[in-house]
């Protein structure tokens, strides 16, 4: 296309979607993943010839997990570029997990051309497809280009709602992309000013409740979910049990918040080792920071007594429901635990029963490979005895990402930095996930190890993506746990008595792929 040269700070003639490249590189966008279709290629390659990497995937769903995986592992935006009708198709399955992470993520999609052209246009278009009818029904937030002139504002306008941690859709239509407008070199696409959320207190009232209940209690627990994590309110949570004798717990995405620390138990509900559990049927009181109390965390509800439960959350909706809760405390996860521990009497070492020395040195002495019976066979492993071996193989500066399956019992026995870098893919109770994700973690941590952790049958549904591994330089290591069958689903037959058959496969040897 030719394009006329302008002095500068004069106007110049561009391409939209050459203008919406620049525009993207003035978000401070470094890396964009995708799949190349012919109604984005030219968008693609406008983003690449202007310096922003371009890593492309095998599969929509995986390119749509790689910006999803460094969206969270950065905390920067994540962009993904696919293509129109059969890629929006085909990445639904990714864009549905994504939209329900939180990770702020943009998703460009390629767009049948904005109507008007021709009366009689020469067709059919084989790759119809309704996008915003269904990416809107899936609850993801869509905007969509109609003309030159709006195509910078829109992308302004998704890039924002994408940054307040959603997940957001941007529609380019064909003829608005190649279709020319006015470009002002260094003149950046303004942004829509965002109110910066502020971090709230819980009501004197709610806390002044809190701290008499705590004040009646002698074994109390501390439970904390990723809320706290990204709350930064470790410190606190570690001196509010110091001062009134609790012993500290995570939630599974909580992960590793409180290694380290003489009162740690590790992870609560379905992944929870026999200490967790025993110290746990003790409590007296439960304080929840920042975790939803789902079923894992409660282990379908039987995972604390009939005791007090008070759970605390920056956000009101999340309070009660998964799970009942007995007092409600809204205010940031960090904030809170200040007002607790302003508020709450010192109590002398007699009255903290929980950190008695004989429960401390018990928890110092508890050994993961001692809780449990190794049931090797003459041709498996044991996932828990494996999980343990690479705790101690794997380099400490590392980032765990698990793709879902039956395997998921492996999760305790690999111990990670904190809850940074551990990374479930299960939000949408979908395997497959966890390749892309694990592609998008390396790259926005390069100098740490990034570990993929996935069953035969999540491997095997993503296996081209190690052709990625190798062409883009994303080193991982991959665990493949091989039960020869959808275990889940398997387990699940056997539960109701009826033949296992289907949901088993032939014994695949990965070993030589490993090899290369």
Request: hydrophobic share 45%.
């Amino acid at each position: 296309m030719k394009r006329v040269v302008a002095a500068t700070n004069e106007p110049l003639r561009l391409p939209v979607y050459e203008a919406l490249a620049k525009d993207i590189q003035n978000l401070g966008i470094e890396a964009v993943f995708g799949l190349v279709s012919d109604d984005t290629a030219m968008f693609t390659t406008a983003l690449d010839s202007i310096g922003i990497r371009f890593y492309g995937a095998r599969h929509e769903n995986s390119a749509i997990t790689m910006a999803e995986g460094y969206a969270s592992a950065s905390g920067r935006l994540g962009v993904a570029v696919v293509g129109r009708g059969p890629a929006t198709a085909n990445g639904m399955h990714a864009a549905v997990y994504t939209s329900r992470t939180g990770s702020p993520v943009l998703i460009v999609y390629g767009e049948a051309p904005v109507a008007g052209e021709a009366l009689n246009a020469i067709g059919p278009d084989y790759k119809e497809f309704n996008s915003v009818g269904v990416l809107s029904a899936a609850g993801i937030q869509v905007f969509r280009a109609t003309s030159p002139g709006g195509a910078r504002t829109a992308l302004a306008d998704a890039a924002a709602a994408a940054q307040l941690g959603s997940t957001v859709a941007l529609l380019l239509p064909t003829n608005v992309q190649r279709a020319e407008l006015e470009f002002i070199e260094n003149n950046e696409l303004a942004m829509p000013k965002l109110g910066s959320r502020t971090l709230e207190k819980a009501r004197t009232q709610a806390i002044e409740a809190v701290v008499e209940i705590i004040k009646k209690s002698h074994r109390p627990l501390i439970v904390a979910g990723f809320g706290a994590h990204k709350a930064g309110a470790r410190e606190v949570l570690e001196l509010l049990a110091d001062k009134i004798g609790a012993l500290l717990i995570t939630s599974a995405r909580g992960k590793d918040m409180f290694l380290g620390s003489p009162y740690n138990l590790g992870i609560i509900g379905s992944f929870s080792h026999s200490a967790a559990r025993r110290f746990t049927d003790k409590t007296d009181c439960v304080l929840v920071f920042g975790a939803s109390l789902n079923f894992w965390t409660t282990s379908f509800g039987a995972f604390v007594p009939a005791v007090p439960l008070i759970q605390i959350d920056a956000r009101r909706s999340n309070i009660g429901r998964w799970s009942s809760a007995d007092v409600a405390l809204v205010g940031d996860a960090r904030l809170v635990g200040e007002q607790l521990l302003d508020k709450l009497p010192d109590r002398s070492k007699d009255e903290k029963v929980f950190h008695i020395p004989e429960i401390v040195r018990s928890l110092a002495k508890f050994n993961l490979s001692e809780d449990f019976q190794a049931a090797h066979t003459a041709r498996t492993l044991d996932p828990r005895s494996l999980g343990i071996a690479l705790d101690k193989i794997l380099p400490e500066n590392r980032n765990l990402v698990y793709d879902a399956g039956n395997f998921l019992g492996i999760v305790p026995y690999i111990s990670v930095p904190g809850p940074g870098h551990f990374k479930f893919t299960n939000n949408f109770s979908s395997i497959g996930l966890g390749f892309g994700t694990a592609l998008g973690v390396a790259k926005a941590r390069p100098d740490s190890t990034t570990v993929l952790v996935l069953g035969d049958g999540g491997f095997l549904m993503t296996l081209g993506e190690l052709e990625t591994v190798a062409r883009e330089d994303l080193p991982l290591v991959i665990v493949v746990l091989n039960d020869c069958a959808y275990g889940a689903e398997l387990h699940f037959l056997r539960m109701h008595q009826l033949p296992v058959t289907t949901s088993v496969f032939p014994d695949v040897d990965f070993a030589p792929i490993a090899k290369g």
